[in-house]
């Protein structure tokens, strides 16, 4: 990013309160990333270890957990340092690279989602075809999809802000180098950067999105012509998870990018719910949800500490 008053540095402005809060601020962020990790990689593991759990659908959410493991880690980390030591220089690099691995994670997940639904629309609409169309080679090639879609265009979208002027304020009233907060520092370079970010939200955030909605209108369509109650209930299991995770996660989405600013605060708040607890609660749902995925937990843990 080029800058007319050459200013080589973010200043990261995460909290307008007292200093006498600060530690309790640290310690509250601390335990979320701690347990948002933990809770995520035992998920990774469990799906890793049993082999009942090598299926189409426990890859998704394997891959979901890292997704939601490098969220976390990918701000926090930062944002702990800068409360602990005071110091809340950040320079273009690492800002650069934090806004990178954070737009790959987002599309990561936007795409993993729709995905996911899509592996429930096979397996209540067309079952028949299941094991055919979610077999080995299909679903590692999806995969391997998902990640090399979600590098390149943050790849795309962090080149584009390099040509934008930073001439107001290097101060990012923000928890990390957000998109958004970059946005409100620049008076030159705009036009070319939001007509690449329109094409990259509507490929990337609204067609994952109509084509969850017709997957689950169909879905449901299937269920409801169910005439078995058991089978209506399985069904519905299978789907309620994903859709929570869904809900949460487009609703904290749209809530921060698409609303008007308000004040910086309310921005701050919705970009905690958006990088800190949603992927900490993730797992949860899943894990409470999910049968398989619950009994398998346990097993993991009664060997490990019995």
């Known amino acids: 990013m080029k800058n007319e008053t050459s200013i080589n540095f973010f200043y990261i402005l995460p909290f307008s309160g007292e200093a006498k809060n600060k530690p309790l601020i640290s310690i509250f962020f601390c335990l979320i990333y701690l347990i948002g990790v933990l809770v995520n990689f035992s998920i990774i593991t469990v799906i890793c270890l049993e082999v009942q759990l090598h299926k189409p659908m426990y ?4 891959n979901l957990s890292i997704v939601d493991m490098f969220f976390t880690s990918i701000t926090v980390p930062k944002l702990l340092h800068i409360l602990f030591s005071g110091n809340h220089i950040v320079s273009f690099s690492q800002c650069y690279t934090q806004l990178y691995f954070f737009l790959a994670v987002g599309i990561a997940e936007e795409i993993l989602l729709f995905i996911m639904a899509y592996d429930r629309y096979v397996a209540i609409c067309i079952p028949l075809h299941y094991h055919q169309i979610m077999n080995r080679r299909n679903c590692i090639l999806i995969t391997f999809g998902i990640w090399a879609a979600a590098f390149l ?4 979208l962090v080149e584009s802000t390099l040509n934008m002027t930073s001439c107001h304020s290097n101060i990012i009233h923000q928890i990390f180098c957000d998109m958004k907060s970059l946005t409100r520092i620049i008076c030159t370079g705009k036009t070319m950067f939001f007509v690449i970010m329109g094409i990259e939200t509507l490929i ?14 169909k879905i449901f369509k299937i269920i409801f012509k169910m005439k078995s109650k058991e089978s209506r209930r399985k069904a519905f299991s299978t789907c309620s998870s994903h859709i929570t995770v869904m809900s949460i996660y487009y609703g904290t989405c749209l809530a921060e990018y698409l609303m008007p600013a308000y004040s910086d605060f309310l921005d701050v ?10 992927p900490m ?3 949860i749902i899943y894990s409470l949800q999910n049968a398989n995925v619950q009994s398998a937990l346990v097993r993991f843990i009664k060997e490990m500490f019995f």
């Open 269 to 278: 708040i919705f970009n905690v719910v958006y990088i800190n607890i949603i």
């Open 59 to 62: 890859l998704f959410i394997c």
């Open 153 to 156: 265009n943050s790849l795309v």
């Open 281 to 283: 609660i993730n797992p």
């Open 204 to 217: 990337f955030s609204l067609v994952p999105v109509l084509g969850t909605c017709i997957s689950y209108v």
